[in-house]
């Protein structure tokens, strides 16, 4: 049964950083991509960032590009966000995702992925 828990979401004031965690059991971690994604209310689900089994690949969305940083831990089977300079416009519920075909990259794609259950962000003005 896989599994996918993120964590590391809170409140910050505008300019302020913040980690998120995300841990995966029952698959083989490192032969599968992972996605960052948020949703704030009344808005689309949007992709964040992705980064690909090996870690070679990495990819953000343009709001995220100069500010989040992507990065996995294979030994551990985590995935983590790195986030600085945070915007009230960043405010949203953060969620990982973790394709369910292994060896498989196609970032943003919101189908067949497993899930968790989404982490929090809040950022003051």
């Known amino acids: 049964q896989v599994q996918v828990v993120a964590s590391g979401g809170g409140m910050v004031q505008t300019g302020g950083s913040l980690r998120l965690s995300c841990t995966v059991s029952?698959?083989?971690?490192?032969?599968?991509?992972m996605n960052w994604f948020r949703q704030a209310p009344g808005k689309e689900r949007e992709m964040v960032s992705c980064i690909e089994w090996s870690g070679h690949i990495t990819s953000y969305a343009d709001s995220a590009n100069n500010r989040f940083t992507i990065s996995r831990d294979n030994g551990k089977n985590a995935v983590f966000l790195q986030m600085n300079d945070l915007k009230p416009e960043d405010t949203a519920m953060y969620f990982c995702a973790a394709h369910h075909v292994p060896e498989f990259y196609n970032c943003g794609d919101m189908n067949n992925l497993y899930w968790g259950q989404g982490t929090q962000v809040t950022v003051s003005s």
């Open positions: 029952g698959l083989t971690f490192a032969k599968h991509a």
